[in-house]
């Protein structure tokens, strides 16, 4: 019995345009909103547009690059939180959440099951 190599691709204009655009309008909305109501939930709001935007850029991908995909909108938008934010230790937690919203935003809800 031998395992076959199953090769999944990442769309790499889509994911840099989802990472970078939940850090961007996330920073946008600083100008928007006053600060004292957006203050404690930069963080969130962050986290949830980089889930949305993995969300959307899988919505037409299937099995194993749905993950890979959310990983790497989560990634991309990670870094450029970090280089918008800084390397404190908060900006360094909220990095590895970002990871992990764009990993679960692309791949909850979605009933992914293997087939044999």
């Known amino acids: 019995m031998t395992i076959q190599p199953i090769t999944s691709k990442v769309p790499a204009a889509?994911?840099?345009?989802?990472?970078?655009?939940?850090?961007?309008?996330?920073?946008l909305a600083f100008l928007v909103l006053p600060i004292g109501f957006l203050g404690p939930l930069a963080g969130v709001f962050a986290l949830l547009l980089t889930?949305?935007?993995?969300?959307?850029?899988?919505?037409?991908?299937?099995?194993a690059a749905i993950a890979r995909t959310g990983l790497a909108v989560?990634?991309?938008?990670?870094?450029?939180g970090l280089l918008i934010g800084g390397l404190g230790i908060?900006?360094?937690?909220?990095?590895?959440?970002?990871?992990?919203?764009?990993?679960?935003g692309a791949v909850a809800g979605?009933?992914?099951?293997?087939?044999v």
């Open 51 to 63: 889930a949305a935007g993995a969300r959307y850029v899988t919505r037409t991908a299937s099995g």
């Open 90 to 104: 908060v900006t360094i937690l909220l990095a590895g959440l970002t990871i992990v919203a764009g990993v679960a």
């Open 110 to 115: 979605r009933g992914v099951t293997t087939k």
């Open 14 to 27: 889509p994911v840099i345009v989802a990472g970078i655009g939940a850090q961007l309008v996330d920073d």
């Open 74 to 80: 989560g990634l991309t938008s990670a870094l450029v």
